[in-house]
């Protein structure tokens, strides 16, 4: 069915763009220098992350259940 390919298409393409953003970087994620302040990569990822979502939350509701 049509929603079912636009999801996986969907899917695909998120994971492919998070994967990209997280290669952009050379982050080191086992860094012990906490600090107080959040790194610039990671606020930049969770930025990306919040703006992609808040597109998926006007989508309509799977109407076949």
Request: proline share 2%; no cysteine; hydrophobic share 40%.
């Amino acid at each position: 069915d049509a929603r079912h390919a636009a999801e996986e298409e969907i899917y695909t393409n998120l994971n492919q763009k998070i994967d990209q953003f997280l290669q952009l970087a050379d982050y080191d994620w086992m860094t012990g220098d906490l600090g107080n302040k959040a790194s610039d990569y990671l606020v930049d990822l969770i930025a990306f992350l919040r703006s992609t979502f808040a597109v998926f939350t006007h989508l309509p509701e799977d109407l076949s259940t």
